[in-house]
């Protein structure tokens, strides 16, 4: 009996077990299908990220998935930063046990699913920083549990919700660097325990809710880069939890309250800038007493400054420029407080009608200062010899003021100068040699002021120096030779002084020299030679000197000259015949002693681009002109007879080489039409055949609509071809440009046999005529949905008000693609392909943001060949490629080769993480430097201050989890090993250069480090 009875007790037992092991068989199968559907959706995954979603072991011990212990049901999903690409699957809503979905830093696109708001236990939810469109999905208001919702970073679009009382239990939503547009809704105030709020760089109009100061425990609010106009509720000044609170670039009004300082106890940053703010200064920001930063740039907010801010110990960034502060005759005296603040780095104060002495305690403010702006004021006095005490200081901007004294001798002991502005002063005395201690100065400005004496030699021994101003003083003497030691200088500006002497000849040693002034000085003798070897030039002013002689035929060398003035001189001889080939914006050389014919053709056939007036013995020209005609010259008048023979001889045999020379010019342009045609460069089935009225219809007539941009040989169209199907971007040759025929070839010839995923696929082109009978040349390319790196770095003003950004991980994925891009060109096409002009413009990106290098009009095969379109490419002269952008060694003369290219992709790479271009005058001007430099000097402990502050602040708006969010240091690190590719790419000497290939390798390291994700 007792052994029946144990039998029914273990046989029970094994039902039960069987049964609940059926069961959550059942339910595993729900989740395991749902899995298998996400993996299909992906269609590529470089990481392996997905390499275990196999048969092979159970699904809860996949990469990225998390099971509850008891029902081996998915709970978590955390697959970020992974680089995969592809569409989120609806079946996600299947995995109805799921409390947390990390997919941020990835490559999804397409609309997020509705059937995520199936997930009803969901607490975590971090989308951000894909390529996610539509609108926000309605039904995850069916989500009551979540407390996190993380979205940034996308190009989602539409109004925000409007259900926020649907997630009570919601702490952290971040909506930030997307396309949202109408207002914010009211009802977001319904969430008792919002900490995080980040709706910034959107579009959203209209004004800020009051109802947002319901949020008592609200610890960072971000509203910046919008279009929000009306008044900044008061309301929100009393959430004493606020820590960060940015409003910044928007079209706010109203006033901060007067005891703001006080009511927000915690806040450590405040930014404000660039509204219409207005009021006073409060006294109260003294009791903000854990402050930070303070931005309120640009506003309307008024003085007098307060002279307690020295009771703000922590104070870094205080920034008051741009606003009407000065009232009374000695608005400078709180910089007399400032002195406590002995973590200040960053002093704005321009343009602020500032009124006042220099205050002599201006020395002693703290020694970690590293950039002082002051200029656009009315500030009088000295500069005082302890400024030595600033050892730190990096830029220093007292400009556009009314200082007076002299430049005192201890400005060089400023080591870490790297820009100095003391324009528009009545500063006198001599420039003193100390200056040449500055071993790191990449620009001095200095012009408009009373400066007399000569040029120290020693200042000529900063070979860092790339920005020299100093026109307008009563500087003379000869220029010294010296002046060749500038190597790097790329604007050099002396005129309205009183220099004598000649141009020294040295001066052909600037070779990346892009602006020359030496106008209105006294400079004699003949224009130098050596001139014509800086190729760079688009700049030059020479008028009012007594340069005499010809114009040096040496300057046939300056193809990318804009402007040109040897106005008011002593210049004789012809007007050399190579200008008529030059695309200047004007020429001027008039007042001159210039004789002989002008010319009508190219630049001289326009008016308005070139003068020639007070030249008294010049004839010919375009009837504008109103000149002379020039005299026929004819052979003496003394008649002769000739014997018959003679005759026949002198007419027949001039005959018989006309006629052989018209049959070679003929034979020429048959067999000139037939390589233009590109039916012979582009055959095969692959390149279908499109005439002129097709892409007229695929373009809507070229119409304005469609216009995407100009490149340097034409227009490109967005166009639609007949089949309604295929989107296309179609280059439209200028064929007038010189060059543009030869682009259009080089195109053709190095398309036609390469394929790779970054490079940017040619469809076909065409050769043809216009209606009116016009050469008509167009390439049709692959459309890029996503435009160019250019677009994204440097917005234009249209997308200002929603500030596009590229992520970090989404800049590293872009240089990556086009280092592979560049390796197959140099080692794994048919031939090594020099590219010779990769820049920003030039790398376009598709809908999953993977980058295409285009344009490939300079690009040249490098293999000799008897071809003849490569042999035109190899033939041809001048600069190939775009100013900032060139390796130094083609401004010598030196061979192109694809270590050019790699001098090219490494200031690419430094561009897109710093976020500056390799010619933007801030670099320059404000004391950066440029980027090679500039970088190798911030390496390795200061890589985030030159980081583009874009991707620097990205972890606050990207939607991460907190304990998912890059740590600093995780940034830094990463940033620093890219910035480190970037200079050994750009080393100025092409043997110092690494390999393309050797850069991929080092990226893809750098690409590991930054997916190391915090524990």
């Given at each position: 009996?007792?052994?029946?009875?144990?039998?029914?007790?273990?046989?029970?037992?094994?039902?039960?077990?069987?049964?609940?092991?059926?069961?959550?068989?059942?339910?595993?199968?729900?989740?395991?299908?749902?899995l298998?559907?996400?993996?299909?959706?992906?269609?590529?995954?470089?990481?392996?990220?997905?390499?275990?979603?196999?048969?092979?072991?159970?699904?809860?011990?996949?990469?990225?998935?998390?099971?509850?212990?008891?029902?081996?049901?998915?709970?978590?999903?955390?697959?970020?930063?992974?680089?995969?690409?592809?569409?989120?699957?609806p079946?996600?809503?299947?995995?109805?046990?799921?409390?947390?979905?990390?997919?941020?830093?990835n490559?999804?696109?397409?609309?997020?699913?509705?059937?995520?708001?199936?997930?009803?236990?969901?607490?975590?939810?971090?989308l951000?920083?894909?390529?996610?469109?539509?609108?926000?999905?309605?039904?995850?208001?069916?989500?009551?549990?979540?407390?996190?919702?993380?979205?940034?970073?996308?190009?989602?679009?539409?109004?925000?919700?409007?259900?926020?009382?649907?997630?009570?239990?919601?702490?952290?939503?971040?909506l930030?660097?997307?396309?949202?547009?109408?207002?914010?809704?009211?009802?977001?105030?319904?969430?008792?325990?919002?900490?995080?709020?980040?709706?910034?760089?959107?579009?959203?109009?209209?004004?800020?809710?009051?109802?947002?100061?319901?949020?008592?425990?609200l610890?960072?609010l971000?509203?910046?880069?919008?279009?929000?106009?009306?008044?900044?509720?008061?309301?929100?000044?009393?959430?004493?939890?606020?820590?960060?609170?940015?409003?910044?670039?928007?079209?706010?009004?109203?006033?901060?309250?007067?005891?703001?300082?006080?009511?927000?106890?915690?806040l450590?940053?405040?930014?404000?800038?660039?509204?219409?703010?207005?009021?006073?200064?409060?006294?109260?920001?003294?009791?903000?007493?854990s402050?930070?930063?303070?931005?309120?740039?640009?506003?309307?907010?008024?003085?007098?400054?307060?002279?307690?801010?020295?009771?703000?110990?922590?104070?870094?960034?205080?920034?008051?420029?741009?606003?009407?502060?000065?009232?009374?005759?000695d608005?400078?005296?709180?910089?007399?407080?400032?002195?406590?603040?002995?973590?200040?780095?960053?002093?704005?104060?321009?343009?602020?009608?500032?009124?006042?002495?220099?205050?002599?305690?201006?020395?002693?403010?703290?020694?970690?200062?590293?950039?002082?702006?002051?200029?656009?004021?009315?500030?009088?006095?000295?500069?005082?010899?302890?400024?030595?005490?600033?050892?730190?200081?990096?830029?220093?901007?007292?400009?556009?003021n009314?200082?007076?004294?002299?430049?005192?001798?201890?400005?060089?002991?400023?080591?870490?100068?790297?820009?100095?502005?003391l324009?528009?002063?009545?500063?006198?005395?001599?420039?003193?040699?100390?200056?040449?201690?500055?071993?790191?100065?990449?620009?001095?400005?200095?012009?408009?002021?009373?400066?007399?004496?000569?040029?120290?030699t020693?200042?000529?021994?900063?070979?860092?120096?790339?920005?020299?101003a100093?026109?307008?003083?009563?500087?003379?003497?000869?220029?010294?030779?010296?002046?060749?030691?500038?190597?790097?200088?790329?604007?050099?500006?002396?005129?309205?002084?009183?220099?004598?002497?000649?141009?020294?000849?040295?001066?052909?040693?600037?070779?990346?020299?892009?602006?020359?002034?030496?106008?209105?000085?006294?400079?004699?003798?003949?224009?130098?030679?050596?001139l014509?070897?800086?190729?760079?030039?688009?700049?030059?002013?020479?008028?009012?000197?007594?340069?005499?002689?010809?114009?040096?035929s040496?300057?046939?060398?300056?193809?990318?000259?804009?402007?040109?003035?040897?106005?008011?001189?002593n210049?004789?001889?012809?007007?050399?015949?190579?200008?008529?080939?030059?695309?200047?914006?004007f020429?001027?050389?008039?007042?001159?002693?210039?004789?002989?014919?002008?010319?009508?053709?190219?630049?001289?056939?326009?008016?308005?681009?070139?003068s020639?007036?007070?030249?008294?013995?010049?004839?010919?020209?375009?009837?504008?002109?109103?000149?002379?005609?020039?005299?026929?010259?004819?052979?003496?008048?003394?008649?002769?007879?000739?014997?018959?023979?003679?005759?026949?001889?002198?007419?027949?045999?001039?005959?018989g080489?006309?006629?052989?020379?018209?049959?070679?010019?003929?034979?020429r342009?048959?067999?000139?039409?037939?390589?233009?045609?590109?039916?012979?460069?582009?055959?095969?089935?692959?390149?279908?055949?499109?005439?002129?009225?097709?892409?007229?219809?695929?373009?809507?007539?070229?119409?304005?609509?469609?216009?995407?941009?100009?490149?340097?040989?034409g227009?490109?169209?967005?166009?639609?071809l007949?089949?309604?199907?295929d989107?296309?971007?179609?280059?439209?040759?200028?064929?007038?440009?010189?060059?543009?025929?030869?682009?259009?070839?080089?195109?053709?010839?190095?398309?036609?046999?390469?394929?790779?995923?970054?490079?940017?696929?040619?469809?076909?082109?065409?050769?043809?005529?216009?209606?009116?009978?016009?050469?008509?040349?167009?390439?049709?390319?692959?459309?890029?949905?996503?435009?160019?790196?250019?677009?994204?770095?440097?917005?234009?003003?249209?997308?200002?008000?929603?500030?596009?950004?590229?992520?970090?991980?989404?800049?590293?994925?872009?240089?990556?693609?086009?280092?592979?891009?560049?390796?197959?060109?140099?080692?794994?096409?048919?031939?090594?392909?020099?590219?010779?002009?990769?820049?920003?413009?030039?790398?376009?990106?598709?809908?999953?943001?993977?980058?295409?290098?285009?344009?490939?009009?300079?690009?040249?095969?490098?293999?000799?060949?008897?071809?003849?379109?490569?042999?035109?490419?190899?033939?041809?002269?001048?600069?190939?490629?775009?100013?900032?952008?060139?390796?130094?060694?083609?401004?010598?003369?030196?061979?192109?080769?694809?270590?050019?290219?790699?001098?090219?992709?490494?200031?690419?790479?430094?561009?897109?993480?710093?976020?500056?271009?390799?010619?933007?005058?801030?670099?320059?001007?404000?004391?950066d430097?440029?980027?090679?430099?500039?970088?190798?000097?911030?390496?390795?402990?200061?890589?985030?201050?030159?980081?583009?502050?874009?991707?620097?602040?990205?972890?606050?708006?990207?939607?991460?989890t907190?304990?998912?969010?890059?740590?600093?240091?995780v940034?830094?690190?990463?940033l620093?090993?890219?910035?480190?590719?970037?200079?050994?790419?750009?080393?100025?000497?092409?043997?110092?250069?690494?390999?393309?290939?050797?850069?991929?390798?080092?990226?893809?390291?750098a690409?590991?480090?930054?997916?190391?994700?915090?524990?």
């Open positions: 009996m007792t052994f029946s009875f144990l039998q029914f007790i273990i046989l029970s037992i094994l039902i039960l077990k069987t049964s609940t092991q059926v069961h959550a068989f059942r339910n595993n199968v729900t989740d395991h299908q749902a298998l559907s996400f993996k299909a959706s992906i269609k590529d995954d470089p990481l392996g990220a997905l390499d275990s979603w196999n048969n092979s072991i159970h699904f809860c011990h996949w990469n990225g998935v998390t099971c509850s212990a008891r029902r081996e049901r998915v709970v978590s999903l955390n697959l970020s930063s992974q680089h995969l690409v592809g569409s989120l699957s079946h996600i809503g299947n995995l109805s046990f799921i409390r947390l979905m990390d997919i941020h830093e490559e999804f696109h397409g609309l997020i699913p509705d059937e995520i708001g199936r997930l009803f236990r969901l607490q975590h939810l971090a951000g920083n894909n390529s996610f469109r539509g609108e926000f999905p309605a039904n995850l208001s069916h989500c009551v549990n979540i407390l996190r919702i993380g979205m940034s970073g996308n190009n989602l679009q539409g109004k925000l919700p409007v259900g926020f009382s649907s997630w009570p239990k919601l702490n952290e939503i971040r930030g660097n997307n396309h949202f547009t109408g207002s914010i809704p009211p009802s977001i105030g319904n969430i008792t325990n919002l900490r995080y709020l980040g709706l910034g760089r959107n579009n959203l109009a209209g004004s800020i809710p009051s109802e947002i100061a319901h949020h008592t425990k610890e960072i971000i509203l910046q880069g919008n279009r929000l106009s009306g008044m900044v509720p008061v309301k929100l000044f009393n959430i004493s939890s606020l820590r960060v609170f940015s409003l910044a670039n928007n079209d706010l009004q109203g006033t901060l309250p007067p005891d703001w300082g006080s009511i927000l106890p915690n450590e940053s405040f930014y404000a800038g660039v509204n219409r703010i207005s009021g006073q200064l409060s006294p109260s920001i003294a009791n903000a007493s402050l930070v930063n303070f931005d309120v740039l640009g506003n309307s907010i008024t003085g007098p400054i307060q002279n307690n801010f020295g009771l703000l110990p922590n104070l870094q960034l205080l920034s008051l420029g741009q606003n009407p502060l000065g009232d009374n005759l608005d400078l005296s709180f910089i007399n407080s400032l002195v406590n603040c002995t973590r200040l780095w960053i002093l704005t104060l321009h343009e602020s009608n500032l009124r006042g002495e220099l205050p002599s305690s201006i020395v002693n403010l703290s020694q970690t200062l590293e950039e002082l702006y002051m200029y656009g004021n009315h500030i009088y006095g000295r500069v005082p010899p302890e400024i030595r005490n600033l050892e730190n200081m990096i830029v220093l901007e007292l400009d556009d009314r200082l007076t004294g002299s430049i005192p001798e201890s400005i060089g002991e400023l080591s870490q100068l790297n820009g100095m502005d324009s528009g002063n009545n500063i006198s005395g001599v420039i003193p040699t100390s200056i040449g201690n500055l071993t790191q100065l990449i620009g001095l400005a200095v012009y408009d002021n009373m400066l007399e004496g000569s040029i120290p020693r200042l000529f021994n900063i070979s860092t120096m790339e920005n020299v100093l026109a307008n003083n009563r500087l003379g003497g000869e220029i010294p030779e010296q002046i060749g030691f500038w190597s790097r200088c790329l604007s050099l500006d002396l005129s309205q002084n009183l220099f004598t002497g000649v141009l020294p000849s040295r001066v052909g040693r600037l070779k990346q020299l892009v602006q020359l002034d030496v106008s209105y000085n006294k400079l004699t003798g003949g224009i130098p030679v050596t014509g070897e800086c190729v760079m030039l688009e700049e030059l002013y020479m008028e009012a000197n007594l340069f005499q002689g010809k114009i040096p040496s300057f046939k060398a300056l193809k990318n000259l804009a402007v040109l003035d040897l106005s008011t001189n210049l004789s001889g012809d007007i050399p015949r190579f200008f008529d080939n030059f695309h200047m914006i020429l001027n050389l008039s007042h001159n002693k210039l004789g002989g014919e002008v010319s009508r053709k190219g630049l001289f056939s326009n008016a308005s681009a070139f020639v007036v007070g030249n008294l013995e010049l004839c010919g020209g375009i009837q504008a002109l109103q000149f002379p005609a020039c005299p026929v010259k004819v052979l003496g008048s003394r008649k002769k007879t000739f014997p018959l023979r003679m005759i026949l001889l002198i007419v027949l045999v001039p005959l080489v006309l006629l052989a020379c018209l049959a070679f010019i003929c034979l342009r048959r067999n000139s039409k037939k390589l233009d045609d590109p039916a012979l460069v582009l055959r095969g089935d692959q390149f279908p055949k499109l005439s002129y009225q097709d892409l007229r219809l695929a373009t809507n007539e070229f119409s304005v609509d469609n216009f995407l941009g100009q490149g340097r040989y227009s490109v169209y967005k166009g639609v007949e089949s309604g199907e989107i296309v971007a179609v280059k439209v040759l200028n064929i007038e440009v010189r060059g543009a025929n030869k682009s259009f070839l080089a195109e053709c010839e190095t398309l036609r046999n390469i394929r790779h995923r970054n490079l940017l696929k040619i469809i076909t082109a065409c050769s043809s005529t216009d209606f009116k009978g016009n050469d008509f040349k167009a390439l049709v390319f692959e459309f890029m949905t996503n435009g160019s790196v250019d677009d994204w770095l440097h917005p234009t003003p249209s997308y200002q008000g929603n500030e596009r950004n590229l992520n970090l991980l989404r800049r590293l994925s872009i240089v990556i693609d086009v280092a592979l891009g560049v390796d197959y060109l140099h080692h794994h096409s048919h031939a090594s392909i020099i590219h010779s002009d990769l820049k920003p413009s030039n790398i376009l990106l598709d809908e999953d943001f993977i980058a295409h290098i285009g344009d490939f009009g300079l690009a040249r095969i490098s293999f000799a060949t008897t071809n003849e379109i490569n042999q035109t490419q190899m033939s041809s002269t001048g600069i190939r490629g775009t100013i900032g952008y060139v390796p130094p060694e083609y401004g010598m003369g030196g061979e192109i080769s694809i270590k050019g290219d790699v001098y090219s992709y490494g200031i690419l790479l430094l561009e897109i993480f710093s976020g500056k271009r390799p010619t933007e005058r801030s670099i320059f001007i404000d004391g430097s440029n980027l090679h430099d500039y970088v190798r000097r911030a390496l390795p402990h200061s890589v985030m201050d030159i980081a583009d502050p874009r991707i620097v602040l990205e972890p606050e708006e990207n939607g991460l907190l304990n998912q969010s890059y740590s600093r240091s940034m830094e690190v990463c620093a090993s890219i910035f480190e590719v970037g200079i050994l790419c750009s080393a100025e000497e092409p043997q110092k250069r690494i390999d393309i290939s050797v850069a991929i390798k080092l990226l893809h390291a690409r590991d480090k930054l997916l190391q994700r915090r524990p």
